[in-house]
């Protein structure tokens, strides 16, 4: 094993010298030039589409004639709206009034709202700004903010390598506050289960529950990472946890509308039965 890192050989230095100096020369005619490497992508620039001035005039007009009610792009955030107008640009790129709609009124079901149909200057500029804009500036200040001993995520798309499955790391160095988070996890896990048995007032107090499900999702992004070869653990199944305190709000608590807990218990009760039943081949 040694041989494989130090030179043990009786060649007198100068000869050795003078056939390094010729394999190098002749490495460096020979060499080919190496193909300088892409700059990694970031990791939001694989979901994200664009569409110009007039397809979005187009999808925007023929949403409203099919009943979208337009304000409610004020309540989307750029990701959303970029995804919901790329996709109905899909579907009504060969839409055309009124060739395809029908002649007259329909009582509940179509309006004919005329031509020319006049889109809000405000709604179109916010639906633009969503198509049109790179990715990297979509994003907040705040995204960009970082945990005190924490390292700032790249927001890179991480390649795929074969035989590598999906990484996770912990991307602090001050394992106190990782103690901290874990610990608030654990009560907020107590919460989801147990909030039926809090006094009224408690459960009823919807925006300390919002600012507590957003303090979980905010600070799980910014303290771990956890994700495959396209995007961070903030996509895949964290949308559920961003609604919580909404659903909260709705319907209480989290035992109304989460099914897990009922599952595990369904399960268990399952297999104690089958243990005590009696084996028959």
Known sequence: QTQKYLDLSTELHANTRKREADDLSGSEVQKPQQPSSPLPEFYLDQHMHTLEDQCIRHTLEHMIRHGFPIDLIDDLDPFQTNQMVWHCADVFKNTQYPDNYPTGKIDGLYTDLEAPLNIPKEKFSL??????????????????????????????????????????????????????????????????KY?????????????????????????????????????????????????????????????????????????????????????RG
């Open 195 to 279: 909030s039926w048995s809090l006094p009224v007032f408690l459960q009823r107090n919807y925006e300390n529950i919002q600012v507590g499900n957003r303090f979980v999702v905010e600070y799980f992004q910014k303290l771990i990472y956890r994700g495959n070869c396209t995007v961070d653990s903030r996509f895949p199944k964290i949308h559920s946890q961003c609604r919580m305190g909404d659903n909260t709000a709705e319907l209480n608590t989290v035992m109304n509308f989460c099914c897990e807990t009922g599952e595990r218990l369904l399960k268990t009760e399952a297999k104690g039965i089958s243990r005590t039943a009696q084996q």
């Open 127 to 192: 639906v633009k700004y969503a198509l049109q804009t790179k990715p990297q500036k979509l994003l907040k200040n705040q995204r960009h903010r970082k945990v005190e001993g924490t390292i700032g995520k790249h927001l890179m798309k991480k390649p795929n390598k074969k035989g590598e499955g999906s990484s996770a790391a912990v991307l602090t160095s001050n394992m106190g506050s990782l103690a901290i988070f874990l610990e608030y996890l654990l009560c907020y896990h107590a919460f989801c």
